[in-house]
């Protein structure tokens, strides 16, 4: 009987995970982007999947990254200067960032609409 109820229990904890909560019949917003599983999106923005590229190189990846939303560049900004310090990036420039061995640079215009983030991730020169 035990080891029915820890079925049944773990089982209902795997559908509550799987099943979202609630549903705006949008498809649900993308918190990170998809080449760099660790840099999140800023609020108010979405990845444009088309504009991305990822690169293995023997120096490191290179990863170029764009999003488009509603937001203006100032919030963005800050956002990623708020941050990506608490994901172990170093502030090293108003729009550069460095962690171990890579460089993330991020370049914020202003679009019709809102803005437009490219974000560039390169190995640190050596």
Do not use: C
């Not at 502030?91 to 490219?118: C, M, P, S, W, Y």
């Amino acid at each position: 009987m035990t080891v029915r109820l820890h079925t049944i229990f773990l089982l209902v904890i795997a559908l509550a995970v799987a099943v979202p909560t609630h549903s705006n019949g949008a498809e649900q917003a993308q918190d990170f982007f998809s080449g760099v599983e660790d840099l999140p999106l800023a609020p108010g923005l979405d990845e444009v999947r088309d504009a991305g590229m990822i690169y293995d190189t023997p120096a490191g990846r290179i990863v170029h990254a764009t999003a488009k939303g509603a937001s203006q560049p100032g919030d963005v900004i800050g956002f990623y200067r708020a941050t990506l310090p608490q994901l172990g990036w170093q502030i090293v420039g108003a729009t550069r960032f460095q962690r171990e061995t890579e460089i993330l640079e991020l370049k914020v215009t202003r679009i019709a609409g809102g803005v437009k983030l490219a974000v560039t991730l390169t190995p640190v020169e050596r």
